[in-house]
C-alpha cells in the first residue's frame, strides 16, 4: 500500500487475469458471512459430507467476470454458460450479479421466488408459526 498523506491511502488496484479477478484482502468481497474451512472433511452440514461423492463432474467452481468483460463478451460467456456453470459479475470488485445456465431442467417457477427477500420472510414466518401451532398433515387436507 502507498501512502500519500497522513490521511489518503491508496490500495493496490484488483487486477483480472484468466477470468478470476485478485484484489488485495482489504477489498477482498465477502461472499459467505461466515468463515469456513475447505476440504471434505469439513463439510458444514452432514449431508455436505454425504453428498460430496455423489456430485462427481456436476460441481465447477463458478466463474468471476468484471462488468466490463461482461459487457465486452456477453456472446461467449453466455454460449458458454450450459458448459462452463455460472459467472459471478463483479461491479468495482464486488460482486453484483450472477449468469446461470437456464436448462429444460431448469425450474423457473422455483428461481424466482427463491432469490426473492420478501419470500424468505413469509417462509420463515409460516415455518415458526407451525412450529409453535403444528403442522397440517396431507391428510387432512385432502378431506
Same mark, same amino acid.
Given at each position: 500500500? =502507498? ?6 491511502? /491508496? ?25 469456513? *474451512?475447505?476440504?471434505?472433511?469439513? +463439510?458444514?452440514?452432514? *449431508? ?5 461423492? @455423489? ?9 468471476? *467476470? ?5 459487457k ?10 450450459? @458448459? *462452463?456453470?455460472?459467472? /459471478? ?27 426473492? =427477500?420478501?419470500?424468505? /420472510?413469509?417462509? @420463515?414466518? +409460516?415455518?415458526?408459526r +407451525?412450529?409453535?401451532?403444528g403442522?397440517?398433515?396431507?391428510? @387432512?387436507?385432502?378431506?
Amino acid at each position: 500500500m =502507498k501512502v500519500l498523506s497522513a490521511r489518503t491511502h /491508496v490500495s493496490p488496484p484488483a487486477t483480472v487475469g484468466g477470468g478470476r479477478v485478485r484484489v488485495s484482502d482489504r477489498r477482498r468481497p465477502r461472499l459467505l458471512s461466515g468463515h469456513r *474451512e475447505s476440504g471434505p472433511s469439513c +463439510a458444514h452440514r452432514q *449431508e455436505e459430507r454425504e453428498q460430496l461423492s @455423489d456430485r462427481g463432474e456436476e460441481v465447477r467452481p463458478m466463474r468471476i *467476470e468484471n462488468i466490463r468483460q461482461v459487457k465486452a463478451r456477453l456472446n461467449q460467456i453466455v454460449g458458454a454458460l450450459r @458448459d *462452463e456453470g455460472s459467472v /459471478v459479475i463483479t461491479k468495482n470488485g464486488r460482486p453484483c450479479a450472477v449468469l446461470m445456465p437456464v436448462t429444460e431442467d431448469t425450474d423457473l417457477e422455483v428461481l424466482a421466488p427463491s432469490q426473492n =427477500k420478501r419470500f424468505w /420472510v413469509l417462509y @420463515d414466518r +409460516a415455518r415458526k408459526r +407451525a412450529e409453535r401451532k403444528g403442522w397440517t398433515r396431507l391428510q @387432512d387436507l385432502e378431506r
